[in-house]
């Protein structure tokens, strides 16, 4: 990532995250969000994650090379799904990832 | 502006996401250094952006390839949830300084806010106590992530592990999510529309419009059942 591109990501980003940290506290003065915009904003996070995950794992003909390129990190996937669920751990997620990306794509 | 007491107070609260955030910060610090940031560009992003999931989603986006509108887009839509935890904590400021609000306002973290919340409802609690368990938790936040980017630049881990750890770190914050109708709607419609995105060609902005399709189903998902 080059300077230039670090910039443009990097401020324009930390200026949207601190208007919506600062923001409503100072507007809204203790008075509450419209329920249905809180509603919205509690769909974000289980939406994006899924996004990202589906980003990082599904492609239109993945399986066109055979199934093992694509099929070994779902594979490794539904590993790091159980050890989330056990641990709750982000860490621990990331390494049962991958160590069973690592071996699969050994095999 | 704090006292002794604010001070082993919020210490003792901030324990937990402080060691917590050892535990992640590290790895995004390796990640971080994986796209070729270095340690004063991390060090800025802590400082000054301050968001866990926002500094996985860059360095994974960008690994992807995506447009950089679409990085600021999908990063910004993400934090909006923020909003949520501003909204909550007014009330708890109103006696406190402008300058004191705006400073904690603007360091709060998924985990400050959970921590910070109990402690304001089970009383004696202060906003000077509040924001600096937010500045002990980014500064915990802050050193491991530069720890990471140098021992990423050590060790030199390879691009498809990196990468393959943040899809983990992801995963793990999706399950991890909590488990009701509407947000399953959510996840499997934001799914789709990433797929669908892929499908017709636009993978740039295919995060972002993703989520923001898996949002719209959720809503008008939860509206036809409040009518059934």
């Known amino acids: 990532m080059s300077w230039i591109d670090f910039w443009i990501v990097f401020v324009t980003c930390a200026l949207t995250i601190l208007a919506c940290r600062v923001l409503p506290l100072f507007l809204l003065k203790g008075k509450q969000?419209?329920?249905?915009v809180e509603e919205a904003l509690g769909y974000i996070p289980p939406a994006a994650f899924a996004a990202l995950v589906a980003n990082d794992l599904l492609t239109p003909g993945?399986?066109?090379?055979?199934?093992?390129?694509a099929g070994a990190p779902?594979?490794?996937s539904v590993v790091v799904i159980?050890?989330?669920?056990?641990t709750k751990s982000l860490l621990w997620s990331a390494v049962a990832g991958v160590v069973a990306y690592a071996l699969l794509t050994m095999i | 502006m704090f006292t002794r007491e604010d001070i082993s107070a919020a210490f003792k609260a901030a324990v937990p996401i402080m060691l917590g955030y050892v535990a992640i910060g590290v790895p995004c610090g390796i990640l971080s250094a994986s796209i070729g940031l270095n340690a004063l560009q991390v060090f800025l992003m802590?400082?000054?952006?301050?968001?866990?999931?926002?500094?996985?989603?860059?360095?994974?986006?960008?690994l992807a390839a995506s447009p950089v509108a679409s990085i600021i887009a999908s990063v910004s839509f993400v934090n909006t949830r923020q909003m949520l935890y501003s909204t909550a904590f007014a009330p708890w400021c109103e006696g406190a300084s402008k300058?004191?609000?705006?400073?904690?306002?603007?360091?709060?973290?998924?985990?400050?806010?959970?921590?910070?919340?109990?402690?304001?409802?089970?009383?004696?609690?202060?906003?000077?106590?509040?924001?600096?368990?937010?500045?002990?938790?980014?500064?915990?936040?802050?050193?491991?992530?530069?720890?990471?980017?140098?021992?990423?630049?050590?060790?030199?881990?390879?691009?498809?592990?990196?990468s393959f750890a943040m899809t983990s770190i992801f995963i793990c914050l999706l399950v991890t999510q909590k488990l009701n109708v509407a947000n399953v709607v959510a996840?499997?419609?934001?799914?789709?529309?990433?797929?669908?995105?892929?499908?017709?060609?636009?993978?740039?902005?295919?995060?972002?419009?993703g989520a923001l399709f898996g949002v719209a189903c959720a809503f008008v998902f939860s509206r036809i059942r409040e009518r059934a």
């Open chain 1, 82 to 86: 159980v050890v989330a669920r056990l």
């Open chain 1, 74 to 76: 779902l594979v490794a």
């Open chain 1, 33 to 36: 969000l419209p329920p249905r």
């Open chain 2, 99 to 162: 300058r004191l609000s705006f400073w904690f306002a603007a360091t709060v973290t998924d985990e400050s806010f959970g921590v910070n919340l109990q402690q304001f409802e089970r009383g004696g609690w202060s906003v000077p106590k509040a924001t600096l368990v937010n500045l002990c938790s980014q500064s915990s936040w802050t050193a491991s992530c530069v720890v990471g980017v140098l021992i990423g630049n050590a060790i030199g881990v390879p691009l498809a592990i990196a």
């Open chain 2, 46 to 62: 802590c400082a000054l952006f301050y968001s866990g999931a926002g500094q996985f989603m860059i360095p994974n986006m960008w």
């Open chain 2, 187 to 209: 996840a499997l419609c934001a799914i789709v529309g990433v797929f669908a995105c892929k499908l017709v060609g636009l993978s740039g902005p295919a995060i972002f419009f």
């Open chain 1, 62 to 69: 993945m399986f066109d090379a055979g199934f093992w390129p």
